[in-house]
């Protein structure tokens, strides 16, 4: 049976988290074991205060308790090791098997926490940059607004139940090559809670929950990252009987966008620059994420492949101050459609002596070999 958790401190059910650690205080000093030394009696009263007011001071073990729960023996019962026994020795094992293990452990508590969720929605980069507030739709069990969680129609509590006397197992004798074994499982009537309800809720047949759709507002931070994950408490599946709420975790995801690409805080773009311009220098603009236009100069004489880095035009950063880079990566139009003109300008820049086409090491450049160029380019 649940433990009286108010009772153990000797406070109401409204008490306030003041008047629960007060309570415990007082409870503390009368019992404390370096108060009542080699008293037995004085150290497990002390050992139960402590656990009320660690239980009534989590809401969510609290909630189970005003459920009419008890959330340690849940915790107790779901707390197994290896194989399913419980984390218990051989005994323990020998005696699921030959009797007497199993029922041990006692009935489960009809209020059981819910578990968690997992919704995936899409944002732009545009929304990923300022943060955005989204409504989403989610589909999760929720607390049944005509029974109120208890599972009665008439909101009544539970009754013992009959077929198990409230164990909430039964035991059964088996014959086997080893002779008689006896086993142990979930009472069929009453599911291993050892007991029943006697007029189920219609609306959600004695479970305390039904599935609901319903929209939620999540803040999306600035500066969030594509696959990353944002905790909503308590906003996840309803457990049985009402039981509290999991967490919700809503994934976000970005969608491609047609101009800039994200690496981690830095912003990346390729700017197509002619021949011309590549050579006397020039410039462009590119809006920005934040509606903003930017200039990118382009310095005479730039090169094929070059990347220019503009600080802190980048992602805001997420947990820390500031903006990442934006890097303009420069991709020089060489001409291949030439008309007259064009051809007599080119031809006259040509003549005026700038260099002619000379022969190199393959991937020379400025003294630097092919493999040299590459591990540098790996290295960024």
Do not use: W
Not at 286 to 303: C, F, H, K, N, R
């Amino acid at each position: 049976m649940a433990r009286d958790y108010y009772g153990i401190l000797g406070v109401e059910k409204s008490a306030s988290d003041a008047e629960i650690k007060k309570a415990y205080r007082k409870l503390a000093r009368k019992y404390h074991p370096d108060v009542n030394p080699g008293d037995d009696e004085a150290a497990e009263k002390f050992r139960e205060a402590s656990l009320a007011q660690e239980v009534l001071l989590d809401p969510q073990k609290r909630r189970v308790v005003d459920m009419g729960g008890d959330p340690m023996e849940e915790r107790a019962a779901q707390g197994g090791g290896f194989g399913g026994f419980g984390g218990g020795g051989l005994g323990d094992i020998f005696a699921e098997f030959f009797g007497g293990g199993a029922a041990s452990r006692g009935p489960r508590s009809r209020v059981q926490p819910g578990d968690d969720a997992l919704l995936r929605t899409t944002i732009t980069l545009e929304e990923a940059y300022s943060g955005v507030k989204q409504q989403v739709k989610v589909d999760t069990a929720v607390v049944c607004d005509r029974c109120e969680g208890s599972g009665s129609e008439s909101k009544s509590k539970p009754v013992t139940c009959d077929h198990c006397g409230g164990m909430g197992q039964i035991q059964e004798v088996q014959r086997s090559m080893l002779g008689n074994m006896m086993t142990t499982r979930d009472c069929p009537k009453c599911y291993g809670f050892g007991e029943v309800v006697t007029d189920p809720c219609g609306h959600c047949g004695g479970d305390g929950r039904v599935r609901k759709r319903r929209d939620i507002t999540v803040n999306i931070p600035a500066g969030i990252g594509d696959g990353m994950r944002i905790r909503m408490a308590s906003q996840g599946e309803v457990g049985h009987g009402g039981g509290p709420a999991g967490d919700l975790y809503v994934e976000v995801h970005t969608e491609p966008h047609p101009v800039f690409e994200r690496n981690a805080d830095d912003l990346h773009l390729t700017v197509r620059v002619p021949m011309v311009d590549a050579a006397l220098g020039s410039s462009c603009t590119v809006e920005q994420l934040d509606g903003e236009e930017l200039t990118i100069d382009i310095a005479p004489g730039t090169q094929p492949g070059e990347s220019i880095t503009l600080q802190g035009k980048g992602m805001p950063r997420l947990r820390t101050d500031g903006f990442g880079n934006l890097h303009a990566h420069v991709d020089v139009v060489i001409p291949t459609d030439l008309d007259k003109k064009t051809r007599e300008a080119l031809e006259k820049v040509r003549a005026a002596g700038h260099g002619g086409t000379e022969v190199h090491r393959v991937g020379d450049n400025q003294g630097e070999s092919l493999f040299t160029r590459l591990r540098g380019k790996f290295r960024r």
